[in-house]
């Protein structure tokens, strides 16, 4: 039987055949190969390229606006959306790009998680640490030294200078029953319903980092502060046990941070004033005067002593309607526990320390040695 090339067959479609792959020849196949080859490697290369390319735009508009440190105050308003905040921050020179700070804030599941409030923001932040400073909420904060015997008016003033708030806003807060006096209130509970128009006497005197622009939390830091010390001398219990209230002892409490200079004289001081109570005479303290003027003076005049207001304690018995300063806690402690004795008269030796006496005479010849 005479041999069939396997080949012979290949390309004529008029015998019924295929077109056989096994027809290519060796030549066809390694040109095909060669080309898919170029083009994996092109397409591999090109890949690269464009991821670097990729690369490079995100680090270039994710990188810091500056090198050199130079933080910026921004306000995130209250309800501001992703792209409100993208766009205040671009144009503050905050960030590179307002498009990417939106979609990475959405990448991150974060963009209906970014809080309002005061932060300070450094361009050279780069955008992944300002999203996450906004997203957990790190507001900027500043000091605050607030001294014992402070008054409302003083407090806020002394937020406005340390850059933490309106003192017009603060003093307006203070007075508003909402935001701290309420039903569940831990301060209503304490001191029972609103006593006084305001929260003076209620915000204790410390040092304080604050949140800027917060001033409504500032204020609950500082009755927050209070209940702390309140609770830790017990003073609801102790006041009660004195036949007091405790709204009574911070009103006391106060008036004695005013008088007294010398820690050791708060308990003699707060005796004075308790003795007199208990006597039904007028308390006669000069800084309850003071408190309602707005001019207050160093040395009271008699016409001062008529000012017709129930914190002038020369005119009324008993005591103020409420404080008329932040007590600290050694005030506090001297009308919890007073000396024990019966002084019913000091005056102010001129040397930071009081002259203290039993009589109204020997009172009067302490005031003339004194030279008043």
Not at 141 to 155: D, K, V, Y
Not at 309 to 324: A, F
Not at 337 to 349: K, S
């Amino acid at each position: 039987m005479p041999m069939r090339w396997a080949g012979t067959a290949v390309g004529r479609h008029d015998q019924g055949g295929a077109w056989p792959l096994a027809g290519v020849r060796g030549t066809d196949l390694g040109s095909v190969a060669a080309r898919v080859g170029r083009a994996v490697v092109f397409l591999f290369w090109g890949a690269c390229l464009l991821g670097a390319l990729a690369l490079f735009i995100v680090h270039s508009l994710t990188m810091p606006m500056a090198s050199q440190s130079s933080a910026v105050l921004v306000q995130i308003p209250e309800g501001a959306s992703s792209r409100e905040i993208s766009r205040l921050l671009e144009e503050q020179g905050i960030i590179r790009s307002s498009r990417l700070f939106e979609l990475l804030s959405r990448v991150e599941g974060i963009d209906d998680s970014l809080k309002a409030g005061y932060y300070l923001l450094d361009p050279a932040m780069p955008l992944p640490a300002v999203l996450d400073q906004l997203a957990a909420g790190r507001v900027a904060t500043r000091r605050a030294f607030i001294p014992e015997g402070f008054n409302l008016r003083e407090i806020g003033a002394r937020l406005e200078v340390e850059g933490i708030g309106s003192a017009q806003r603060f003093i307006e807060l203070a007075s508003d029953e909402r935001l701290v006096y309420g039903a569940n209130s831990p301060l209503t509970a304490l001191v029972g319903s609103r006593p006084t128009p305001s929260l003076e006497g209620y915000l204790f005197p410390d040092t304080y980092q604050l949140a800027v622009g917060d001033e409504a939390l500032a204020i609950r830091t500082m009755v927050d502060r209070f209940l702390q010390v309140a609770e830790e001398m017990q003073l609801a219990q102790r006041a009660q046990a004195m036949g007091m209230t405790v709204h009574q002892v911070v009103t006391l409490a106060s008036i004695v941070e005013k008088e007294a200079v010398l820690d050791e004289e708060r308990p003699l001081i707060a005796a004075v004033f308790l003795n007199r109570l208990a006597r039904n005479m007028p308390l006669q303290a000069d800084p309850t005067v003071k408190y309602v003027m707005e001019q207050p003076r160093v040395r009271l005049t008699y016409a001062d002593l008529r000012i017709d207001s129930p914190y002038n304690t020369y005119r009324y018995r008993g005591l103020p309607p409420g404080p008329i300063a932040s007590p600290g806690r050694a005030s506090l402690e001297a009308v919890l526990q007073p000396a024990n004795v019966d002084y019913l008269y000091f005056v102010a030796d001129g040397r930071g320390g009081h002259v203290f006496s039993r009589t109204f005479n020997q009172h009067v010849r302490a005031r003339q040695r004194l030279g008043y």
